[in-house]
């Protein structure tokens, strides 16, 4: 992937949802939510803070993170959905 995103923007690849519930059943595709996991696949270089200085980001690529429902913008790049949000447009950061 050839995308960099700017200064606090990060791009996300969302997890695989589980096709069938832990009781067996079947869940089709039109019934899915969309899953607010996903992983950091690249961060920009961090925002410009209010003094001239640049603030890193808390993620880094590679993190497992939880976002919002409605957050962030898709996209889909070399034939892959990927989402651009902002970093504080994540809630957590999912430990392994």
Known sequence: MKLRPLHDRVVVRRVKEEEKTKGG???????????Q????????????GDDNERVPLDVK?????????????EVKIDGEDLLIMKESDIMGILDK
């Open 61 to 73: 690529k590679g993190d497992r993170v939880l976002f919002g429902k409605w957050s962030g913008t």
């Open 37 to 48: 996991e996903g992983i950091i696949v690249a961060v920009g270089n961090g925002a410009i």
């Open 25 to 35: 059943i079947i869940i089709p595709d039109n019934a899915k939510e969309k899953p």
